[in-house]
């Protein structure tokens, strides 16, 4: 065999290409397997959020156009109705401790005889084709308790129509047939029986009364106030201690010594009821005071109590004794300065006080010191 031939090796197809193998993953961790979730839920949170916000605020806006839309009320401005009685008269009497107003036009008398005042005046009336005469009157002849039980229970001539409110005081009325038919309004109050009497002449019925009168009948008897008891007393004025104190006007002032001053009324001549003393601190302290009140009894019995009198602290002395029930001592002590000033009750209560002549009627002790003031 020649050793230069050629020797054919055969050629094999190759087979197929695989790739290479790659090295596995490792598994997720279990926190990066629920972050995903996570997300997804606060998306929606935050989707469902802002769809109710948008709802909410579309809600509002509605809300404000119709508040918008509806028109702004008018502000009303109140005007109080003008007093009926504005112009009227005023009518007082210190003696009874009443005043009320009556219209300016009314003619007036005054009877001290009676007790009384009368306002006349003249309304159209059809009955006498002309006009009325009117007796509007006041009086407190019915003060005397006897006198207005002895009134009222008469059934042939009075006759009772219950009782009206007016301007919070309750009046009793009564009809009268006296040949007048008189309509009487009865105030019973701090021991007072207060008597208004209309007169409507040649009425048979005065609840028949002309309409016009019938309101100022009210509109009078609305104005009815008590007095202060101290309306109408004098003043007396102590310039060199430095205060001033009222008392009845129809009483005297009386020197006590030279620190001292008496009221009292003149039908009881030289004699003081209330007295006003006026005391050097470093001479007459209070327990000094306190201890002259009342010691010429052996049983007296003391005992004090603090007082305001016009924003002025006080103090309040009561001494009584066993031995004469009605002795009662009652004593104001004010310290001012270097003096004490004392008021005093000269031993006598409001009920024996009551009973003296000249003295008003209701007047107490307390009117009396309520009115110090101090005027310096």
């Given at each position: 065999m020649d050793s230069s031939a050629v020797t054919t090796i055969p050629v094999v197809s190759p087979g197929p290409t695989f790739p290479s193998p790659q090295p596995a993953k490792p598994p997720l961790s279990p926190q990066k397997s629920i972050l995903p979730l996570l997300l997804t839920i606060l998306f929606l949170l935050t989707l469902a959020a802002t769809g109710v916000l948008a709802y909410q605020n579309r809600q509002l806006n509605q809300r404000l156009s119709v508040i918008t839309a509806s028109p702004t009320p008018t502000p009303q401005i109140f005007v109080p109705p003008a007093d009926p009685t504005t112009g009227w008269k005023t009518y007082s009497n210190?003696?009874?401790?009443?005043?009320?107003?009556y219209p300016a036009e009314w003619r007036f008398t005054e009877s001290e005889t009676f007790k009384s005042a009368t306002f006349n005046t003249k309304i159209p009336s059809s009955e006498t084709r002309g006009e009325q005469t009117i007796d509007y009157t006041f009086d407190s002849i019915l003060e005397d308790s006897r006198n207005y039980n002895d009134w009222v229970n008469n059934p042939g001539q009075t006759t009772a129509l219950g009782t009206e409110t007016i301007n919070n005081n309750l009046f009793e009325k009564f009809v009268v047939a006296d040949m007048y038919y008189s309509?009487?309004?009865?105030?019973?109050?701090?021991?007072?029986?207060?008597?208004?009497?209309?007169?409507?002449?040649?009425?048979?019925n005065p609840e028949k009364l002309p309409a016009s009168l019938k309101e100022s009948v009210y509109q009078v008897l609305s104005t009815f106030k008590f007095l202060d008891n101290t309306t109408n007393w004098k003043t007396y004025t102590d310039s060199k201690n430095g205060f001033s104190i009222r008392y009845p006007s129809t009483w005297r002032s009386a020197s006590l010594g030279e620190n001292g001053i008496g009221f009292g009324p003149k039908e009881i001549g030289e004699d003081v009821l209330w007295g006003i003393n006026v005391y050097d601190k470093s001479v007459y302290p209070k327990e000094k005071i306190i201890d002259e009140a009342g010691k010429q009894f052996s049983d007296r019995k003391q005992n004090t109590n603090n007082i305001d009198i016009n924003g002025i602290q006080t103090t309040r002395l009561i001494t009584t004794t066993s031995s004469i029930p009605d002795w009662y001592l009652e004593t104001i002590i004010i310290e001012y300065g270097s003096n004490f000033v004392t008021i005093s009750n000269g031993a006598i209560n409001d009920t024996k006080l009551q009973t003296l002549l000249g003295v008003p009627k209701g007047t107490t002790f307390k009117d009396f010191y309520s009115t110090f003031k101090f005027t310096q």
């Open positions: 210190p003696s009874s401790g009443i005043s009320f107003k309509l009487n309004y009865i105030y019973k109050a701090n021991d007072k029986i207060i008597r208004f009497m209309v007169w409507p002449y040649n009425a048979q």
